[in-house]
């Protein structure tokens, strides 16, 4: 799992991320404000996550930037640990917060991982 922990580190710095485990699962939880269940696509392809997330970018008319600092999107790509695997994986989207749950298996199929608005 050291591998997951390095890239979680290399992540952009206005990303925050957590990583939890138990005896049946990962759960990997990242702060993607602005993103939603819409904008976000997840995948597990050879022993790797790859996060896609989007958010749009509005502000009221009257306003201008005067500095910009918040990304518009996120593509990263993570090592799965070992033991992890992209069958029956879950995400849900909750108010900008992404929750991953990783199943604990011995192979990693390849699987696209359906993200359901749990704000809804």
């Known amino acids: ?53 989007r958010r749009e970018k509005g502000h009221p008319t009257e306003f201008q930037y005067v500095e910009e600092e918040r990304s518009l999107f996120l593509d990263a790509e993570l090592p799965l640990p070992p033991d992890a695997t992209g069958a029956d994986a879950e995400g849900t989207m909750n108010r900008g917060v992404l929750e991953l749950r990783l199943p604990k298996a011995g192979a990693t199929p390849e699987a696209d991982v359906p993200i359901t608005d749990a704000s809804a």
């Open 1 to 53: 799992m050291s591998a997951l922990r390095d890239a979680m580190r290399d992540l952009p710095e206005t990303v925050f991320a957590d990583l939890l485990e138990s005896d049946e699962a990962y759960l990997l939880v990242i702060d993607l404000p602005g993103a939603t269940a819409e904008t976000v696509d997840v995948g597990v392809a050879s022993g790797r996550l790859t996060i896609e997330a």
